[in-house]
């Protein structure tokens, strides 16, 4: 065991818990549970949309992608960051003016039928999930090779740990965890992007240069191809990256935690300057791991490459820098899937119980309670699932969550601000439609089925992309068009002109 390495995540671990005390305090309404009673500045939640987004698959995955993959793994980098050109100019402002504590709210502004909210929930949750089996899945490999702990106990520990930040202290934990993460990922991920390049005497160039002999790929090493050699993988790849996090429950449930539309908007600027400055910075991650750490030392450590970070961080830095690194990474772990078990969580008290089981009728402290309990529930369905992904890349499985949001949710959200002729059939129709079709997609393919036992079941797969993007996407949009018109029943004219109105300025008219 590195007992550094040890002591450094006790004191993160110690910090965190420390705010979730002082955050319980706080914590009595369900507006101070589902987002801190919207109390946060644009660059408070810009920090923690960024601290939620730079995930276990950018920090980890991504580096092990690069690495092993080359220029591939950097696609995720460019997707990810492109991403939210999506949410600032789309989704941000309409989902902030019409919603209120999830996104089925926002869609609950236009079509107020429990079961269009029911199903809302439901994408929410299963997504969430998703999501956060990647999570889980770098936090049980991380530990395992810095504290020598079988992986199932390392994912059953951060399955705990991220229970008890949203149990006790809701949203206002969630963002400061998430805060505190992102400054010292983005601190950690520059000291190390500066050591590599000063490895190659501050010259990018020299470092591409070096780079054509540095791995077993060769020159091939910077030219795609190395892991998408189906051009179909790769447009679905990237059209799942960019068009998901407009749909990523746990990352628009962000924009409720601010006061109104245009701190939501300044939220989203400063996220992408953050994210977009660690997107450049993981060129240096993966190919100073490639060329200093090397791909044997790589895949012996994790098949999937998600161990490539911690390890050029040894390599460049000693035990010290190593167990520096190791520790952001887990706290970077754990401010993302206490965003994510609260979203899911959300959905369920909010959406399900409150508004559907109890007919709006729930107070304040039974919502609470509901979300509590349904934080465990989410947690340990979470971990089950994670224990039986421990031999995927946390970039790939975090980019089919992404997947089944931009099929399952994007379509309903666009449709809902946009389109006059939009009803109820078509928004169930196009959620129940873009996520059985995702799910079913991403169930049959390769990441399942492999015939050498390399995947979690063994046998032929049935879909042959790796990502279901390219198809389930149009299938979800096509569906949700599809149900309206086919439906008998008229789209309100009426409620439409004041979505449209609320939507783009948060005029709530003059009975508000």
């Given at each position: 065991?590195?007992m550094?390495?040890?002591?450094?995540?006790?004191?993160?671990v110690?910090?965190?818990?420390?705010i979730?005390?002082?955050a319980?305090r706080?914590?009595?309404?369900?507006?101070?549970?589902?987002?801190?009673?919207s109390?946060l500045?644009?660059?408070?939640?810009?920090?923690?949309?960024?601290?939620?987004?730079?995930?276990?698959?950018?920090?980890?995955?991504?580096a092990?992608?690069?690495?092993?993959?080359?220029?591939?793994?950097?696609?995720?980098?460019?997707?990810?960051?492109?991403?939210?050109?999506?949410?600032?100019y789309?989704?941000?402002?309409?989902?902030?003016?019409?919603?209120?504590?999830?996104?089925?709210?926002?869609?609950?502004?236009?079509?107020n039928?429990?079961?269009?909210?029911?199903?809302?929930?439901?994408?929410?949750?299963?997504?969430?999930?998703?999501?956060?089996?990647?999570?889980l899945?770098g936090?049980?490999?991380?530990?395992?090779?810095?504290?020598?702990?079988?992986?199932?106990?390392?994912?059953?520990?951060?399955?705990i740990?991220?229970?008890?930040?949203?149990?006790?202290?809701g949203?206002?934990?969630?963002?400061?965890?998430?805060?505190?993460?992102?400054?010292?990922?983005?601190?950690?991920?520059?000291?190390?992007?500066?050591?590599?390049?000063?490895?190659?005497?501050?010259?990018?160039?020299?470092?591409f240069?070096?780079?054509?002999?540095?791995?077993?790929?060769?020159?091939?090493?910077?030219?795609?191809?190395?892991?998408?050699?189906?051009?179909?993988?790769?447009?679905?790849l990237?059209?799942?990256?960019?068009?998901?996090?407009?749909?990523?429950?746990?990352?628009?449930?962000?924009f409720?935690?601010?006061?109104?539309?245009?701190?939501a908007?300044?939220?989203?600027?400063?996220?992408?300057?953050?994210?977009?400055i660690?997107?450049?910075?993981?060129?240096f991650?993966?190919?100073g791991?490639?060329?200093?750490?090397?791909?044997?030392?790589?895949?012996?450590a994790?098949?999937?490459?998600?161990?490539?970070?911690?390890?050029?961080?040894?390599a460049?830095?000693?035990?010290?820098?190593?167990?520096?690194?190791?520790?952001?990474?887990?706290?970077?772990?754990?401010?993302?899937v206490?965003?994510?078990?609260?979203?899911?969580?959300?959905?369920?008290?909010?959406?399900?119980?409150?508004?559907?089981?109890?007919?709006?009728?729930?107070?304040d402290?039974?919502?609470?309670?509901?979300?509590?309990?349904?934080s465990?529930?989410?947690?340990?369905?979470?971990?089950?699932?994670?224990?039986?992904?421990?031999?995927?890349?946390?970039?790939?499985?975090?980019?089919?969550?992404?997947?089944?949001a931009?099929?399952?949710n994007?379509?309903?959200?666009?449709?809902?601000?946009?389109?006059?002729?939009f009803?109820?059939?078509?928004?169930?129709?196009?959620?129940?439609?873009?996520?059985?079709?995702?799910?079913?997609l991403?169930?049959?393919?390769?990441?399942?089925?492999?015939?050498?036992?390399?995947?979690?079941?063994t046998?032929e797969?049935?879909?042959?992309?790796?990502?279901p993007?390219?198809?389930?996407?149009?299938?979800?949009?096509?569906?949700?068009?599809?149900?309206?018109?086919?439906?008998?029943?008229?789209?309100?004219?009426?409620?439409?002109?004041?979505?449209l109105?609320?939507?783009?300025?948060?005029y709530?008219?003059?009975?508000?």
């Amino acid at each position: 065991m590195n007992m550094l390495a040890f002591t450094l995540f006790l004191i993160i671990v110690s910090i965190t818990l420390v705010i979730t005390f002082i955050a319980s305090r706080r914590t009595k309404t369900t507006s101070d549970f589902y987002t801190a009673d919207s109390s946060l500045t644009g660059w408070q939640n810009g920090m923690a949309i960024a601290g939620d987004y730079m995930s276990a698959a950018s920090f980890l995955g991504i580096a092990g992608m690069v690495a092993l993959s080359g220029f591939d793994g950097f696609f995720y980098s460019i997707g990810f960051l492109v991403a939210y050109l999506v949410v600032l100019y789309v989704v941000a402002e309409p989902l902030r003016n019409l919603g209120k504590y999830t996104m089925a709210d926002m869609i609950a502004a236009r079509f107020n039928e429990k079961k269009v909210r029911g199903v809302a929930a439901l994408n929410t949750i299963t997504i969430s999930i998703f999501y956060m089996i990647a999570q889980l899945v770098g936090a049980g490999a991380l530990i395992k090779l810095l504290l020598g702990i079988d992986y199932v106990y390392s994912v059953i520990i951060v399955g705990i740990l991220m229970t008890v930040y949203v149990v006790f202290g809701g949203m206002m934990a969630t963002s400061w965890v998430q805060i505190i993460k992102a400054v010292l990922l983005m601190g950690g991920t520059f000291v190390i992007s500066l050591i590599v390049l000063a490895k190659f005497d501050y010259s990018v160039f020299e470092m591409f240069k070096q780079m054509k002999t540095a791995t077993p790929l060769g020159e091939s090493f910077l030219n795609p191809g190395n892991k998408f050699k189906n051009p179909i993988d790769t447009i679905s790849l990237n059209l799942a990256l960019v068009l998901g996090t407009a749909g990523l429950p746990h990352i628009l449930i962000r924009f409720f935690t601010v006061k109104d539309a245009i701190t939501a908007r300044k939220s989203v600027v400063y996220a992408t300057w953050i994210i977009g400055i660690f997107y450049v910075m993981t060129i240096f991650l993966g190919f100073g791991a490639a060329a200093f750490v090397g791909y044997d030392t790589i895949v012996e450590a994790n098949v999937a490459g998600n161990m490539a970070a911690p390890l050029l961080a040894e390599a460049l830095g000693g035990d010290f820098l190593f167990a520096f690194i190791s520790a952001v990474a887990f706290a970077t772990i754990l401010a993302v899937v206490a965003g994510l078990v609260l979203s899911a969580a959300s959905a369920f008290a909010h959406d399900f119980y409150s508004h559907i089981l109890r007919k709006g009728q729930a107070t304040d402290k039974e919502q609470v309670v509901a979300a509590r309990w349904a934080s465990i529930g989410v947690s340990i369905l979470s971990i089950i699932l994670a224990l039986f992904a421990q031999k995927m890349n946390v970039a790939f499985l975090v980019s089919l969550a992404f997947a089944v949001a931009a099929s399952a949710n994007l379509p309903i959200i666009l449709f809902t601000v946009f389109w006059k002729r939009f009803n109820t059939t078509g928004a169930v129709t196009g959620m129940l439609v873009g996520l059985l079709t995702s799910l079913l997609l991403v169930f049959l393919s390769p990441n399942v089925w492999s015939p050498e036992g390399a995947a979690i079941l063994t046998g032929e797969p049935l879909f042959p992309y790796e990502n279901p993007g390219i198809f389930s996407i149009p299938i979800g949009f096509l569906a949700a068009i599809a149900g309206t018109l086919l439906s008998s029943k008229k789209a309100d004219q009426k409620k439409f002109d004041e979505i449209l109105v609320k939507a783009n300025t948060g005029y709530k008219g003059p009975t508000a």
